[in-house]
């Protein structure tokens, strides 16, 4: 599915040159909170059953501020190929073992991704969107560590090719320039060697310049 996307997407943009099709390039960029992380059970389980301690006690922080630049090439009124850099902040988690010690880690998640995006226009100031987008993935984990325990690496990096789905509201106040509100989930990033994938919700507000 990913990989299709990623043609029909390329095709549209072909299709829309090559047949002198009415077309738009846009760009713009939103801020806000992403929310996502390990499960904290599925960490202290992996540290008591697959690595050897007595006890296991884990917390997680799934939240922080995130990030997005566009740039979209408007194919029809309704139909757009969008591009974009991510950055979904980062996750923490934190166990307390035993024998007696801590390891501590923060993931973070960036991504370049590249989708279609359908708009309904309620007024020529007010329409909602879809998106569904390829998204190239890169997790890049740091650990520490305490006590009686000693870390064999204390880095690793994790890329995945994930879907992202998002949807969002959009609104002209000025000639060329809208706001919008968006949320968009990033699917099953990361790995089990980091802790385990999990999804990334973000939710942001920002503004787009059409050219």
């Not at 850099?85 to 035993?98: E, L, M, P, R």
């Not at 880690?105 to 998106?131: C, D, I, K, M, Q």
């Not at 509100?181 to 990361?190: I, T």
């Amino acid at each position: 599915m990913i990989k299709r996307i990623g043609r029909i997407a390329v095709a549209a943009c072909v299709a829309a040159s090559a047949s002198g099709a009415s077309a738009q390039w846009y760009a713009g960029a939103t801020i806000g909170a992403a929310d996502g992380g390990v499960d904290a059970g599925r960490i202290s389980g992996q540290l008591v059953n697959d690595l050897g301690f007595f006890s296991a006690s884990t917390s997680t922080d799934d939240t922080d501020m995130a990030w997005r630049a566009f740039v979209g090439y408007q194919v029809l009124p309704w139909l757009a190929v969008e591009g974009a850099y991510i950055d979904a902040g980062k996750s923490k988690w934190a166990s307390t073992v035993t024998p007696a010690g801590t390891i501590d880690a923060s993931l973070r998640t960036r991504a370049l991704s590249l989708g279609l995006a359908a708009r309904y226009e309620f007024n020529p100031a007010l329409s909602v969107y879809g998106r569904v987008s390829a998204a190239w993935t890169r997790t890049k984990g740091s650990f520490s560590s305490s006590g009686f325990v000693e870390l064999a690496n204390t880095g690793r990096t994790e890329r995945r090719t994930v879907p992202a789905y998002a949807a969002g509201i959009e609104y002209t106040f000025a000639p060329r320039v809208s706001a919008r509100l968006e949320y968009e989930r990033l699917s099953r990033v990361s790995s089990d060697e980091l802790g385990g994938k999990f999804d990334i919700d973000m939710i942001g507000i920002g503004v787009r310049y059409s050219y």
